[in-house]
């Protein structure tokens, strides 16, 4: 089979299109994600009303707690929840496919209320939903990853999220 020389023209037109369409695309993402190291540290999506913050780790360490990202703890993320509102909180893959704990504070009449530390095996939760109401105003909310060091109280943790969802104008009342 021969080709007219209109369809040598077509192919050859083609062809380099198709190489030069390859080329910039490569050179695009090459050009990308030059100089943007892979970042797998495990984050905290918070949405309420209309903000959606994304809270990194106050401390985050490697498994065996050999190296961390600071010494001292950051202080807590601060997205205030309105009263009647609800937060959602999404967790990153990276810390959702390991177990993680959630302890949820809460101001009532009686004072300040801080919920049993609850355990997430692997996999099995990626959102929570926490309400903010006037009986219960949601006030702190932490998420803890443990690591593979074990204390006398439990595995210690590789990461810890904290969230500051007490709204605004409202105080902690004091200790007495």
Request: with cysteine; aromatic share 8%; net charge negative.
């Amino acid at each position: 089979m021969t080709l007219s020389s209109g369809e040598k023209k077509f192919f050859a037109i083609f062809s380099i299109v198709a190489v030069l369409f390859v080329v910039i695309v490569a050179g695009s993402v090459a050009v990308l994600t030059s100089g943007h190291e892979a970042d797998d540290t495990p984050y905290v999506q918070v949405a309420s009303g209309d903000k959606l913050v994304r809270v990194e780790p106050l401390k985050y360490c490697s498994i065996d707690l050999a190296e961390c990202n600071r010494e001292v703890l950051d202080p807590p993320a601060r997205v205030p929840v309105k009263v009647g509102e609800t937060m959602m909180l999404s967790l990153s893959s990276e810390l959702a496919v390991g177990p993680w704990t959630l302890v949820v504070q809460y101001l009532t009449a009686e004072g300040s209320d801080i919920g049993d530390e609850v355990f997430y095996p692997s996999d099995s939760a990626r959102t929570i939903t926490l309400d903010s109401t006037r009986d219960r105003i949601l006030a702190a909310v932490e998420i803890k990853q443990p690591s593979q060091v074990e204390d006398e109280f439990g595995f210690v943790p590789r990461g810890i999220w904290g969230i500051d969802t007490l709204p605004d104008g409202v105080e902690v009342p004091a200790q007495s």
